[in-house]
């Protein structure tokens, strides 16, 4: 369970790291579930969950997923991550920075996985960071959809419509705040090539 005292960590990192942070307040259930609506209860999954924050999207997955799934799960601040290893036994969570995103699969033996959920808050990464994370989804995600987070509901749609063919928004208006989640696919072909990506 996720005390008082987690929430101040949460805070804490917010405080800490800004815009490196999603969101002031950490995601909810619902949020959460639509998260992972790519994760199959029916059939072993290798799932990559890119920054744990507190665990939740975390556990949610955990609950959802295939027994003999696996799921990895990136964060960079290791007071989050403190809370999160507590909270989500089974999860195998790997502390380090996603602009290091190949190696660290690599290191767990992972070329290839099959679902993706970024809670990362991408418009404010570096662009080298975020272009590290498209060309690692390209190149290894199996199931070529990419859900990811936004706590301001509908403002990055033009972005994301600029990196992928396809994208759908669905906004989950009982999170506190309410915020939503897109599902991309189809990355475009001269996306990386024309340094389009959001970042500084």
């Known amino acids: 369970m996720v005390s008082l005292a987690d929430h101040a960590r949460w805070l804490g990192a917010f405080f800490r790291h800004g815009t490196r942070v999603?969101?002031?307040?950490?995601?909810?259930?619902?949020?959460?579930?639509?998260?992972?609506?790519?994760?199959?209860s029916e059939t072993p999954q290798r799932i990559l969950e890119l920054?744990?924050?507190?665990?939740?999207?975390?556990?949610?997955?955990?609950?959802?997923?295939?027994?003999?799934?696996?799921?990895?799960?990136?964060e960079l601040d290791p007071k989050l991550l403190e809370v999160a290893k507590r909270t989500a036994p089974g999860t195998t969570f790997i502390h380090g920075s996603v602009g290091d995103l190949p190696q660290l699969l690599d290191q767990h033996g992972w070329d290839q996985f099959d679902v993706c959920i970024s809670c990362l808050p991408?418009?404010?990464?570096?662009?080298?960071?975020?272009?590290?994370?498209?060309?690692?989804?390209?190149?290894?995600?199996?199931?070529?959809?990419?859900?990811?987070?936004?706590?301001?509901?509908?403002?990055?749609?033009g972005m994301y419509r600029k990196m992928f063919?396809?994208?759908?928004?669905?906004?989950?208006?009982?999170?506190?705040?309410?915020a939503g989640v897109y599902h991309c696919q189809t990355l475009r072909d001269d996306f990386l090539s024309d340094g389009q990506l959001a970042g500084h």
């Open 165 to 178: 063919h396809h994208v759908s928004f669905r906004l989950v208006w009982l999170n506190t705040p309410p």
């Open 22 to 40: 999603a969101s002031l307040a950490p995601t909810g259930r619902r949020l959460a579930r639509e998260m992972c609506r790519e994760i199959d």
């Open 122 to 157: 991408v418009p404010s990464l570096p662009k080298s960071v975020n272009q590290t994370v498209i060309e690692t989804w390209k190149e290894r995600c199996a199931s070529r959809v990419f859900s990811q987070l936004t706590a301001i509901p509908w403002v990055y749609w």
């Open 51 to 74: 920054g744990t924050g507190m665990g939740t999207v975390t556990r949610t997955a955990l609950e959802l997923k295939h027994p003999k799934s696996e799921l990895v799960s990136i």
